[in-house]
């Protein structure tokens, strides 16, 4: 089947009881047993739901994995991922990843005695040479957050497999649609399903995908064990959202490449950061290993922080808003927002600036989009 088919036919749909064409909310804690001993297949809501499978299904199909998991949130996910690690052990993540990720590693691992490298990924040499005996994981982002830096796949699993280390990957930004991390030889992808995959702003959520049959036990295990999977209606409405997700991609990409285009002529705008941009440092890489650029455009204003926060305070139409991968243009100051959980230090020396804008380009007229911009600008 093709992405497009998938998105509205993968998993056990529709119900086998009544023909329900939209998949059913089982909201359910516990299911009746056949008999001592003898399920009907589910028995307990924390470790399997059929409402939340189905969305699980859709997922690892989308992402050519092995098997999905859903979580209550992008966070959740993540942190399960993170519980494959025991103390000891040591991972190098990219160095301009998500906020969130960036404090758990080194706020709430560090406790577990789990140490992180956190290393710029575009560069083979400084991969290397932050390899150690006890390196156990690699986790990155591409293209990454807020900066859209993206990071070569081929060469990263390269340096990964000669040394027997899992490689993670969040998804968010780029979505299945997009980018086909698996088809890379990465092991775990992970995703933020608040964002592109539900795509409506109304729900939190997480998902894992695993590729080999050891991965999908010891990740089920675990999600099971920490409780962190996600609720049936929550599960639904991702489902429901995934079904128009490469419809969606393509005119978030549309409406990105002509604000990128917008901005970059403004003499008040210092940078533009874009990956469907031909001088975006990462531009052929993500030519190459991606099918679509995503619907994230980040931006340096000149004037510092306080003519960034003009702007913002200008906008109309873009929401002042954490998150992104609405139906609604969202903008964002990573700076104090998304960001502030990074450290100011870290956030100068990977070029996170205080006049930096990023922007979750949504599904409305590009026209409308370009006239609220130039209003603010
Ligand atoms: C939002 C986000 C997360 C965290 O997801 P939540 O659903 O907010 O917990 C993780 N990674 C990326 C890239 C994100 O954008």
């Not at 604000?259 to 002529?265: H, I, Q, S, Y």
């Not at 104090?336 to 956030?347: F, G, L, N, Q």
Request: glycine share 8%.
């Amino acid at each position: 089947m093709n992405l497009d088919t998938t998105v509205i036919h993968a998993g056990d749909r529709p119900d086998r009881h009544y023909g329900a064409l939209s998949v059913p909310i089982y909201q359910t804690s516990s299911f009746v047993f056949e008999d001592v001993g003898k399920t009907r297949g589910y028995d307990y809501t924390r470790s399997g739901n059929p409402t939340r499978k189905v969305l699980e299904d859709t997922i690892a199909r989308l992402e050519g994995g092995h098997a999905g998991f859903a979580c209550a949130t992008g966070m959740a996910a993540i942190a399960t991922v993170l519980h494959l690690l025991k103390a000891g052990d040591h991972v190098i993540s990219g160095d301009d990843i998500y906020g969130g990720t960036f404090r758990l590693f080194e706020s709430v691992m560090s406790r577990f005695g789990i140490e992180v490298s956190f290393v710029c990924l575009r560069d083979k040499a400084a991969l290397e040479a932050a390899v150690r005996p006890n390196t156990r994981m690699i986790w990155l982002e591409t293209p990454s957050n807020p900066l859209l830096n993206i990071t070569d796949l081929e060469m990263v699993v390269a340096v990964a497999k000669s040394r027997h280390i899992l490689t993670v990957l969040d998804n968010t930004f780029a979505s299945p649609v997009f980018l086909q991390p698996v088809s890379f030889g990465i092991d775990l992808v992970v995703h933020s399903t608040t964002k592109y995959l539900n795509g409506h702003c109304d729900v939190v959520g997480g998902a894992i995908v695993t590729t080999t049959p050891e991965l999908s036990e010891r990740v089920g295990f675990m999600v099971n064990a920490l409780g962190v999977g996600e609720a049936p209606f929550d599960a639904w409405l991702v489902l429901r959202g995934i079904e128009t997700l490469p419809l969606r991609m393509e005119r978030h990409q549309e409406n990105s490449l002509a604000v990128a285009r917008f901005l970059k002529e403004q003499p008040v705008v210092e940078q533009v950061y874009y990956p469907g941009l031909p001088e975006h440092p990462g531009h052929e890489i993500a030519k190459k290993q991606m099918t679509g650029f995503g619907g994230v455009v980040s931006f340096e204003v000149k004037g510092g922080l306080e003519a960034a926060s003009n702007v913002l305070r200008r906008l109309r139409l873009f929401a002042l808003a954490e998150s992104l991968g609405g139906a609604a243009s969202l903008a964002e100051h990573p700076a104090t927002m998304s960001h502030a959980s990074m450290s100011a230090e870290h956030r100068e020396r990977v070029g996170i600036k205080d006049n930096l804008i990023r922007l979750s380009i949504g599904l409305e007229h590009p026209d409308d989009l370009i006239a609220d911009l130039q209003q603010a600008l």
